[in-house]
C-alpha cells in the first residue's frame, strides 16, 4: 500500500507531500488544485508506462505546467504585496514520487538542452530518478538510482553501472528490463502499470456505455466504461453474483440487473418492481447507469493495486451517495483507493467509513493541505540529479 505521495513544481502544488490510506478522499473548493494533484498521480502512472514525457509535452511543455509563483513565498507576499521573481537558488524542475511499504520512486523533470537539430522542444528532460526499499529515501536503502543518461543498480556486491546510457525522454523503469540486475524495477513497472483511473465517465445519450458490445469477458472496466454490460457479466459468472446484487439493492431496492445476448453482442437491462418489463440501458438516467459504471469498476473481479476516482458524484442523486459510500469502502479490502471529490455528502459519508480525508485550499497561489503543519508532513526526500 501507497504510504506518501509527493509532488513539487507542479501547477499550483509548489511543494505538497500528503500522507495515505487505504482510503484517501481529496476535497476542497473549486481551484484549489484537486485536479492538478489527480493529473500528478496519472503522470506518475505515465511513467511505468514510458509516457511521462509525452504527457508533459501534451500540457504544453515543461513551461506551461511548472509551478508560475516564486521559488519560495516571501513575507511581502504574505502582507499582500506583489509576487517578485528572485534569483533561483535551485535548476528549474517538477518532481513527482510515492513512497508504499515495499518500495519508493521519484522523477525529476527539468528544461531540455537547447538542440538546433531537434523539432522535440517541448519535451522535458528526465534529469534523475531513485527506486528504494521502504517509505523514506536514504543512502542505505537505494536499490536503483539514475542521473542523466546513467543508472546504477544495487546488488549484494554493491553497485553495477547499467550498461548503457538512458535517453533524456526515457524512464530507466522501461529501459532497463533485467529481472536478475534489476527486480525492482520490473516490480515497480508493473505496479505503476496497474493503476487504474476513473475519469468523468460520460453518461449522455451517446455515451460508449449504452451501446452494445462484443461479448467477451471483461475482468476490467474500460475507461469510458464501454464494456459495462461485458463487465458485470464477468462478476456475475466469476463469482461475485451476491457482491453485485447487494450493491444494486443498496441504491436502488428491489431491482436486479440482467445482460442480454443479442447475436453475440452484449446489452444491459434493469429490471425494477412495478414494471412489467425491464429497462434498456439507453432508457437509464445518467444517475443510475453511473451508478452501475462504478458497480463495475469497484466489484471487478481483478482488483487493481490503486484505483482512482475523479469526482465519482457527478450526476448522482444525495441518496446514492450512501451506497456510493458503501461500494467503495467494500472495495478498500481489495484495492488502495484515492477518491478526489468536491460533494460534502461524498465525503462525509466516507469519513464516517474511516477514509483519511484531505482538503485542500490555495494560500498565496499556492495548494496547501488545510491543518498539515511542518512537523506534520511525512517524512520525504528527493534523489540528488
Known amino acids: 500500500m501507497l504510504r506518501t505521495l509527493a509532488v513539487e513544481g507542479y501547477r499550483s502544488l509548489r511543494r505538497l507531500v500528503v500522507p495515505l490510506e487505504a482510503v484517501t478522499v481529496v476535497t476542497g473548493a473549486n481551484g ?104 523514506v529515501l536514504r543512502a542505505g ?50 505496479s505503476l502499470r496497474g493503476w487504474r483511473f476513473y475519469d468523468h465517465v ?26 459495462l454490460a461485458a463487465a458485470l457479466r464477468t462478476i456475475v459468472e466469476q463469482g461475485g453474483d451476491a457482491r453485485l446484487h447487494v450493491a444494486i439493492d443498496r441504491a436502488f431496492p428491489g431491482s436486479r440487473i440482467g445482460v442480454e445476448d443479442r447475436g453475440g453482442r452484449f446489452a444491459l437491462l434493469l429490471t425494477q418492481p412495478g414494471l412489467l418489463r425491464p429497462l434498456k440501458v439507453e432508457e437509464l438516467s445518467d444517475g443510475t447507469l453511473r451508478y452501475l459504471l462504478w458497480v463495475a469498476a469497484l466489484l471487478s473481479e481483478r482488483p487493481a493495486e490503486l484505483l482512482v476516482l475523479n469526482e465519482p458524484e457527478t450526476s448522482l442523486h444525495p441518496s446514492l451517495l450512501g451506497p456510493l459510500a458503501e461500494l467503495i469502502a467494500d472495495a478498500a479490502a481489495r484495492s488502495q483507493l484515492i477518491v478526489v471529490s468536491h460533494s ?42
Open 32 to 135: 484549489s488544485g484537486k485536479s492538478s494533484l489527480y493529473r500528478a498521480l496519472r503522470l506518475l502512472a505515465a511513467a511505468g508506462r514510458d509516457g511521462a514525457v509525452a504527457a508533459l509535452a501534451r500540457e504544453g511543455g515543461l513551461p506551461s505546467t511548472l509551478w508560475a509563483g516564486p521559488e519560495t513565498i516571501g513575507r511581502a507576499v504574505k502582507e499582500g504585496g506583489p509576487a517578485q521573481g528572485t534569483v533561483r537558488a535551485g535548476p528549474v524542475s517538477l518532481r513527482l514520487g510515492f513512497a508504499g511499504e515495499d518500495f519508493g520512486y521519484a522523477i525529476d523533470f527539468g528544461l531540455p538542452q537547447p538542440a538546433r537539430s531537434s523539432m522535440f522542444g517541448r519535451d522535458p528532460e528526465i534529469k534523475a530518478e531513485s527506486v528504494w526499499s521502504g517509505t
Open 344 to 385: 460534502t455528502e461524498l465525503v462525509t459519508a466516507l469519513a464516517a467509513r474511516g477514509a483519511l480525508v484531505h482538503r485542500l485550499e490555495k494560500q498565496y497561489g499556492e495548494t496547501v493541505l488545510l491543518g498539515q503543519g511542518m512537523l506534520d508532513e511525512p517524512p520525504w526526500h528527493w534523489p540528488a540529479r
Open 202 to 227: 460520460r453518461t449522455d445519450e451517446s455515451a460508449p456505455a449504452r451501446s452494445s458490445v462484443v461479448g467477451t469477458r471483461t475482468p476490467v472496466l474500460a475507461a469510458d466504461g464501454s464494456d
Open 141 to 190: 536503502s537505494r536499490l536503483s538510482e539514475r542521473r542523466g543518461p546513467s543508472v546504477r543498480l544495487r546488488s549484494e556486491t554493491g553497485w553495477t553501472v547499467f550498461e548503457r546510457s538512458i535517453p533524456a525522454w526515457a524512464s530507466m523503469l522501461s529501459e532497463v528490463g533485467d529481472p536478475l540486475l534489476a527486480p525492482e524495477l520490473l516490480a515497480l513497472r508493473d
